[in-house]
C-alpha cells in the first residue's frame, strides 16, 4: 500500500517546454487534489478531481490542465513552462468523508529556467 | 470562497515553552479543520484535527481549539522539543465545494 506516489521527484525545463507531472494512489479515494508550493510559501490549490470524469480549478489553475479518466491517476499537465512555475508541487487525496484526513504524495520538484 | 489567515508567520521558542499559533477563517459554513505539520523537505502530514461540533481537542503535548462564533481555531504545543521545529498549517474544509483551504504557515523554531 504505497499510498500516493508521485513521479518525478525532481525535473528542470526550459522556458517553453511542456511536460506531465504523474500522480496515482492505491487508496481507492475519489477526491484528488494538486497544490503548489513556493519557497517559503503555503500550499495553493491548482486542480482538483472529485472522482473519475470530473475535475474543477483551484485558486491557481491558469498555466495547468488535468484529467482524471481512472480512479487511481491524477496527472497536471504544464503546457509552455514560465519560471513562475518554478515550484514544488504536491498531489494529495482523501476519502469520502468530510473530515477524512488529507494524504500527500511526496512531491514533484520543478525548476523552471 | 474561503480565507484562512494564520499567524504569527515565524515563531521562536526555548525548547520547554510552549506555542500558540492562530488561525481565523472567513465561511461560516467550514466544519473541519485540521493541522499539518511540514518538515524541512518533506510533505505535509496530518498532526491533529477537530470538527466543528468539538470546542477542544487534545492527542498528548498537542491541543487545538475552536471558537465557531468567532471562527477561530489555534494549535497549542507544551513542553516544546527541538523535533517540534517545522512549518506548521491550518486549514479549513467545507463540504460544499470539496475544497481544503490552507492558511498562509507558521515557521516554528525550538531553539535547545
Known amino acids: 500500500n504505497a499510498g500516493v506516489t508521485q513521479t518525478p521527484k525532481f525535473r528542470i525545463l526550459k522556458i517553453g517546454q511542456s511536460m506531465t507531472l504523474q500522480c496515482t494512489q492505491d487508496?481507492?479515494?475519489?477526491?484528488m487534489y494538486w497544490y503548489r508550493q513556493d519557497p517559503g510559501m503555503g500550499l495553493k490549490l491548482i486542480y482538483y478531481?472529485?472522482?473519475?470524469?470530473?475535475?474543477d480549478k483551484g485558486e491557481v489553475p491558469n498555466g495547468y490542465n488535468v484529467s482524471r479518466s481512472t480512479t487511481e491517476d491524477f496527472p497536471l499537465r504544464l503546457e509552455l513552462a514560465a519560471p513562475s512555475q518554478t515550484s514544488v508541487y504536491f498531489c494529495?487525496?482523501?476519502?469520502?468523508?468530510?473530515?477524512?484526513?488529507?494524504?500527500f504524495g511526496n512531491g514533484t520538484r520543478l525548476t523552471v529556467t | 470562497g474561503e480565507n484562512v489567515e494564520q499567524h504569527p508567520s515565524t515563531l521562536s521558542v526555548q525548547e520547554g515553552d510552549s506555542a500558540v499559533i492562530k488561525c481565523t477563517y472567513s465561511?461560516?459554513?467550514?466544519?473541519?479543520f485540521p493541522w499539518y505539520k511540514q518538515e524541512l523537505g518533506k510533505r505535509p502530514q496530518l498532526i491533529i484535527d477537530i470538527r466543528s461540533n468539538v470546542g477542544e481537542k487534545k492527542d498528548q503535548r498537542i491541543a487545538v481549539t475552536l471558537n465557531k462564533t468567532a471562527k477561530h481555531f489555534s494549535l497549542h504545543i507544551t513542553e516544546t522539543q527541538p523535533e517540534d521545529s517545522a512549518v506548521y498549517f491550518c486549514?479549513?474544509?467545507?463540504?460544499?465545494?470539496?475544497?481544503?483551504?490552507f492558511g498562509g504557515g507558521t515557521r516554528v523554531l525550538v531553539k535547545p
Open positions: 478531481s472529485v472522482g473519475a470524469g470530473i475535475t
Open positions: 494529495a487525496t482523501h476519502g469520502s468523508s468530510y473530515n477524512s484526513p488529507l494524504h
Open positions: 487508496m481507492n479515494h475519489n477526491y
Open positions: 465561511d461560516s459554513a467550514s466544519n473541519y
Open positions: 486549514a479549513a474544509y467545507k463540504a460544499a465545494g470539496n475544497k481544503l483551504t
